[in-house]
């Protein structure tokens, strides 16, 4: 058990999505989930965060943000793909522009399912990514 | 030691009327280096035979006065002055001068005028020793460092007649000029040698001729004349009332009467010398001076001449209404100037309005008139003459590489001239994080201003918190430029090398000095600066400053930790594009790829408190209320009595 | 115990209780804002965190800056404790504070830099205040070192209730609570980024937080100069005045950095300058 289990930061980027799972994202921070009783900041900078989170999917355009962010991570760090879009393109998978699930650019370590995924799953999905962490961190120590 | 003081004032002159006539370089040079070394040895001789007493007094060999040869010099001066202001078509400056011969033709012809005491011709001791180093190191440290400096300035600007022979010639009579007055005793000797000061430093600011700076140079002469007279009419004063002309016997205790309007001229003299406001713009104007004239004037000579007298007159003033002035003039000053400071952009004027705050805060504490303050101001004049002499000189030669005197594009200079930034960043540490720089002079003024009863002690304490704040404020967006990062290329890597040695050896050798006297701070001020503060006010023995040894390792830490982490860091390899940029890729030359295909680039720009703090109306409404605390202060002197 | 042993005990002490100071500040907000909130210790656990995680080295210059910041913080409160002339302690207590916008100017990335610039406006606003209550106190007092307040009979924060109030708006500033908190933008707020520490990580990030913690415990011993019959005392005032900044903090949003300067230098000058003017008048 390390610090990392106890503080995990996150960073929330949103690729091609309804918005429906950001939404859901957010939520997790209200009274209702508190997400921040288990340490989790929503740091909105890469350079700060644990955790990866990315809802929407991957389209040309913002490949190169997707990486950038990733890169710009320190290690160890986890992805974690919110909801249908993140995981394989969702609805928008055939649309013109879309490339796909986040897994086409970056590893990711969880899949949470769901349209919009609910902020239960997601904060169970942050919880495993958790544990990915804690994996990573032991491989590197 | 009588013989050396002779050398130091005769040598000069000698230099310079020899490099007046040398128009090639390859000789002008050794002859600058050898004779700068010469005054430099001389100057230290000096101290090391006067060992470490009290003030002596002596007079030239064989018992001569010079009572002749005064009055030629000044006629010899307002004849210069008169020639160049009519063939430049100002009338102003001729006026003043010839208003000020008449006074001395005057005394001279009514037989009024006192005889000099043959043996008392000169005063030398602790102040004088300071400044006598002052000038004779850190000055002909920028007379070497000129050589380096002009062969650049007159490359990159061909426009501009080179007089290089002129140039050299008066920095030497500049110097010969300051020496001359910190060691005069008789007041009209002096009054000459504070006049070839104004001349030289008129002649320097205006030496590239062009109408900007001839115009500012007589704005330098205008106000130092004006200066010169408030001097003439205290001499008339005095041997009017028959009060003597020896400036030690009469500025030993505080001063009443006659001789307190004497005092308050003299004040006068000195505040428009040392560039306090409303005097403070001619010392801007000298910015657009090459930069060993800006260098020389702001350091070692010319407004330290203004902040010696004041020093002199300090005892005098002690707890007098005029001395209360004075302090709220050099107090005053101080505020109003790091108000401007903070507003402006190019680091010349930076640096020149620090000056000036500086100088006031000296000013400020010789209005008081106490032994801790008087220590306070030596204390600064000695950081602040190594500091800003530094300053100066460093960003001249940034100016001849980077083409540039804005503080905005003094940025990455760690990474484009990392050992200039070391110099750099020994400068600015000795001149404000040094806790033993003006740190600890602001530190101890304080502490002195709290004893100050009544409101005036209130107000200063409030003026100082507020300066000290502000130029905390203006040297931190220094730093911050300076100590960026980037990559570069191989051919801005290359920019450093074409630096000359005469720079690399005078900017190396005074931030060897700032580091030097920081470590030294206790030996200064017990054996030399705090025996001067008691000697001059006769006070019983004190100490000024309790220095515990572990203080003194963690503060030297503080004044060393920037420039060694620069030479550290100026090695180092790094990836200089990894800062965030919303998820945008950047390169190291700040270029991001924009949102709708094709690129920008990305400007940082400090702030200058535009909208809250309006520098000119700032200097504006500080030359109004200086001014007329000024005109208090003569007046109060001249009625009180 | 020697004044020294207290300056010792400082390095060590000063940034357990900055860490409860913020275990108990999140959780207090967030009870604000009806919700449960982190552990106390949770400050910790970030700072564990932060310390095991990669660093990323944006310059060369970063890390020996940001480590003079926590140096010259700590050594503030050392300095302080151990008898240090009070005013001096104001000059160095600055000084640690510029090395905090010397390290995140030198990144030279546009959020770091607007971060800089806006922590030098809140320095300047800051600094006259302090550099004034230090003079009010000697001149109070006539001590000029932390024991010699303490033992004096005068209760200083009688003598100098407009200093009190302009030091719990300054404390705002030092805090770096809202509406004052311009340049960090502490989570979960999050214009500008994070402000001035955008582009630290790891470790780097640990050392600001670190000063951070020495730096609240050098405003509560600066409390405890205005309390100053009993450390206590002190305490207590302090523990009111942080619960005010809290509640503060929640209900407001950041002002523009012309307001804090303009409201802070405003407020020295009326409260703590008009303080310290009635105060010289008086004494005489």
């Known amino acids: 058990m390390s610090f990392f289990s106890r503080s995990p930061w996150i960073l929330h980027y949103d690729g091609s999505s309804c918005n429906g799972c950001d939404i859901e994202v957010l939520a997790c921070l209200t009274p209702l989930y508190d997400v921040e009783r288990f340490g989790v900041l929503n740091t909105g900078n890469p350079k700060h965060a644990d955790i990866l989170l990315v809802t929407g999917s991957v389209n040309e355009r913002n490949i190169e943000i997707v990486e950038n962010l990733y890169r710009q991570m320190p290690d160890p760090k986890v992805v974690v793909a919110v909801g249908a879009c993140a995981c394989s393109g969702g609805i928008f998978a055939r649309a013109y522009n879309i490339q796909g699930g986040i897994d086409k650019v970056i590893p990711v370590d969880v899949y949470v399912p769901g349209c919009a995924a609910r902020p239960e799953s997601i904060i169970d999905g942050v919880v495993q990514g958790i544990a990915a962490l804690e994996a990573k961190r032991k491989k590197t120590a | 030691m009588t013989s050396l003081i002779a050398f130091l004032i005769a040598f000069p002159i000698v230099v310079g009327t020899i490099l007046l006539l040398i128009t090639r370089a390859s000789i002008r040079n050794p002859i600058v280096l050898v004779a700068s070394a010469a005054i430099a040895a001389a100057s230290v001789a000096t101290v090391v035979t006067f060992g470490n007493g009290d003030g002596v007094f002596f007079g030239l060999p064989g018992g001569i006065v010079p009572g002749q040869a005064l009055l030629a010099a000044e006629i010899a001066i307002t004849a210069l002055i008169v020639v160049i202001g009519l063939m430049n078509r100002r009338i102003l400056a001729p006026i003043m001068a010839i208003a000020q011969l008449a006074i001395a033709l005057f005394l001279e012809v009514t037989g009024r005028m006192p005889e000099a005491d043959p043996q008392r011709l000169f005063w030398f001791d602790r102040l004088s020793m300071v400044m006598i180093l002052v000038i004779g190191l850190i000055g002909t440290l920028i007379c070497v460092n000129a050589i380096g400096y002009m062969h650049d300035y007159h490359r990159s600007n061909p426009m501009i007649k080179g007089r290089r022979n002129v140039f050299f010639s008066i920095l030497f009579i500049f110097l010969a000029g300051m020496f001359g007055l910190v060691v005069s005793n008789y007041l009209p000797m002096m009054l000459v040698f504070w006049e070839i000061t104004t001349v030289c430093s008129f002649l320097l600011i205006g030496y590239t001729r062009t109408p900007e700076t001839i115009g500012y140079a007589f704005k330098a002469l205008n106000m130092n004349l004006l200066g010169g007279l408030g001097f003439g009419l205290a001499i008339a004063l005095l041997a009017d009332q028959h009060l003597g002309l020896d400036f030690a016997k009469l500025m030993a205790g505080p001063a009443s009467g006659t001789l307190l309007a004497a005092v308050a001229l003299l004040a006068f003299a000195g505040i428009t010398k040392s560039a306090q406001m409303p005097f403070s713009s001619w010392l801007i104007g000298a910015m657009y001076a090459p930069s060993p004239t800006s260098a020389l004037l702001h350091s070692s000579t010319m407004v330290k001449a203004g902040v010696f007298l004041l020093l002199r007159l300090s005892p005098a003033m002690s707890g007098s209404t005029v001395g209360y002035l004075v302090t709220f003039v050099g107090l005053g000053t101080f505020l109003f100037v790091s108000l401007v400071a903070v507003t402006e952009q190019n680091t010349k004027k930076v640096l020149a309005y620090s000056t000036i705050g500086s100088l006031g805060l000296i000013v400020g504490c010789a209005g008081i008139g106490t032994p801790e303050l008087a220590w306070v101001g030596v204390m600064i004049i000695i950081f602040h003459a190594l500091a800003k002499g530094l300053l100066f000189l460093v960003v001249g030669t940034i100016e001849n590489r980077l083409y540039t005197k804005d503080m905005e594009n003094f940025d990455t200079l760690l990474s484009r001239l990392p050992r200039v930034s070391v110099l750099a960043l020994a400068g600015i540490a000795g001149m404000f994080i040094a806790p033993f720089g003006i740190v600890v002079a602001k530190w101890a003024a304080i502490r002195a201003f709290l004893l100050v009863p009544g409101g005036q002690g209130a107000v200063m304490i409030l003026i100082m918190a507020f300066g000290s704040s502000l130029t905390l404020f203006y040297w931190g967006k220094l730093l911050i430029k300076v100590l960026s990062m980037r990559s570069i290329s191989d051919y801005e890597r290359s920019i450093e090398r074409r630096i000359s040695r005469y720079e690399w050896f005078t900017e190396g050798a005074l931030a060897v000095g700032v580091i030097a006297v920081t470590a030294s701070i206790g030996l200064i001020s017990d054996r030399v600066v705090g025996p001067y503060a008691l000697s001059a006010f006769a006070a019983g023995p004190q100490t000024f400053l309790n220095i515990e040894p572990a203080m003194l390792v963690v503060m030297l830490a503080a004044v060393l930790f920037l420039p060694l982490l620069a030479v550290w860091a100026s090695t180092r390899k790094f990836d200089a594009a990894d800062f965030y940029t919303s998820g945008r890729s950047a390169n190291a030359s700040h270029v991001m790829g924009a949102a709708l295909g094709g690129s920008k680039s990305v400007t940082l720009r400090n702030y200058y408190l535009e909208g809250v703090i309006n520098g000119a109306m700032m200097f504006r409404v500080g030359t109004l209320a200086c001014g007329a605390i000024l005109i208090a202060m003569v007046t109060v002197g001249m009625v009180v009595r | ?134 003079a009010a106190i000697c001149k109070v007092t006539g001590a000029s070192t932390y024991a010699g307040v303490l033992a004096s009979p005068q209760l200083v924060a009688v003598q100098l209730p407009g200093v009190l109030l302009a030091f719990l708006l300054v404390a705002t500033i030092k805090l770096r609570k809202s509406p004052f908190d311009i340049s960090t933008s502490h989570h979960p707020h999050q214009e500008l980024v994070s402000g001035l520490t955008t582009d630290m990580s790891g470790r780097m990030l640990a ?47 950041r002002a523009k950095w012309q307001l804090v300067l303009r409201s802070t230098w405003a407020a020295t000058l009326v409260f703590s300058g008009g303080n310290v003017l009635a105060l010289f008048l008086l004494s005489r």
């Open chain 3, 1 to 134: 115990m020697t004044p020294a042993v207290y300056g010792v005990l400082f390095v060590f002490l000063a940034p357990v209780f900055g860490g409860l100071l913020a275990g108990v500040d999140r959780r207090v907000s967030a009870r604000m804002q009806g919700r449960i909130g982190p552990p106390l210790l949770q400050p910790f656990y970030d700072l564990g965190k932060l310390l095991q995680k990669q660093a990323r080295q944006v310059n060369p210059v970063v890390e020996p800056l940001l480590l003079g910041h926590v140096f010259f913080m700590a050594v503030s409160g050392v300095l302080l404790l151990s008898g240090t002339d009070l005013i001096f302690i104001a000059f160095v207590f600055a000084l640690a504070a510029l090395f905090l916008v010397l390290a995140a100017g030198s990144v030279n990335s546009p959020y770091s830099f607007a971060g800089a610039e806006r922590e030098l406006v809140v320095l300047l606003a800051s600094e006259p205040f302090f550099i004034l209550m230090m």
């Open chain 3, 207 to 253: 050392y600001v937080e670190l000063a951070h913690w020495y730096e609240s415990a050098l405003l509560c011993a600066f409390m405890v100069l205005l309390f100053n019959w009993s450390v206590p005392l002190g305490l207590l005032a302090f523990a009111i005045a942080y619960a005010l900044e809290v509640l503060v903090d929640n209900s407001t949003s």
